[in-house]
């Protein structure tokens, strides 16, 4: 039922249930009677029909309103977490279930023409927000998280590149030293006598420092030959290896212009020589040396 408040016009619309009861005007406050359907006009409060029921009349959409007003409380809520990084997400359950409250409202207030659009537009917003400010702090975080990976990536690849030209520059010029700046001779090979386990095949040799530069480490590879000249067997020995763990005469670095030798009485062993060995058959060579002062 449709009817206008007799002080200041204001249209009203209420059921038609509450026909002949009293309420006031949402507008101007003042007591009406509600008319019956068949009442021609509007009386006023003071008509001589008197009810003890009163009602009160509204032109607000109560439940687009009331949509509206939750889907703000649910955005609100939603925004106290969504700036925070990876926590934030746990802020779109929130504003989904917001945002989908909002749209309901709005629905409602289209089919009452409109009426109480405000409060669900208004949330719907909030919870548009709370969505971007998660999306955003979590997305840059992850962007800034990334972009430093792949730094931290770069700067290590270059380490390693930079170390790998160093070993490069390393073993060219131990190769080239090895070469021009080593000498190996006075070399020989055959069975000694030991004490402990008899005839056993040995190696003796000398190694002189012609160059400049001290080194802590030598490696000389041995390989035994058959009577063929084939390669049979084969025995590293470091005459010079200076080490923490190290406490022999091999302890000390080889320094320019010095030699190193066997001590007198003694001699390299080579155990594993099988017994095809030509007595005297070997080839020699220095492999690997480590200058004095290089980290690796």
Do not use: H
């Amino acid at each position: 039922m449709k009817f206008n408040c007799p002080k200041c016009s204001q249209p009203i619309e209420v059921d038609d249930s509450y026909a002949g009861q009293t309420g006031n005007c949402p507008t101007c406050a003042e007591l009406v009677v509600i008319p019956t359907p068949s009442s021609p006009v509007l009386q006023p409060a003071v008509a001589a029909i008197s009810q003890n029921a009163t009602v009160t009349i509204t032109t607000k959409n109560t439940t687009a309103l009331t949509m509206g007003i939750i889907a703000i409380v649910l955005g609100v809520f939603g925004l106290l977490v969504a700036w925070i990084p990876f926590l934030g997400l746990l802020a779109v359950p929130l504003a989904v279930i917001g945002g989908f409250l909002a749209l309901i409202g709005l629905i409602l207030a289209a089919l009452k023409k409109f009426k109480g659009w405000s409060m669900p537009l208004l949330g719907g917003l909030v919870c548009l927000l709370t969505l971007l400010v998660s999306f955003c702090s979590t997305g840059s975080t992850t962007a800034l998280i990334s972009e430093g990976a792949k730094e931290v990536s770069k700067a290590a690849e270059k380490s390693n590149n930079a170390e790998k030209i160093e070993k490069a520059d390393s073993e060219v010029a131990a190769k080239e030293y090895i070469a021009n700046s080593l000498d190996l001779y006075d070399v020989e090979a055959k069975y000694f006598d030991s004490v402990l386990d008899g005839k056993v095949a040995g190696v003796l040799f000398k190694i002189k420092n012609k160059g400049d530069k001290s080194l802590d480490q030598v490696e000389v590879k041995c390989y035994f030959l058959d009577a063929s000249g084939n390669r049979i067997s084969e025995e590293d020995f470091y005459p010079v290896n200076v080490s923490t763990y190290s406490f022999g005469g091999d302890n000390k670095p080889l320094k320019p212009g010095y030699v190193w030798s066997m001590e007198a009485g003694k001699f390299y062993t080579a155990k594993s020589v099988a017994s095809e060995w030509k007595e005297g058959s070997i080839d020699i060579e220095i492999t690997k040396i480590k200058f004095t002062g290089d980290k690796k």
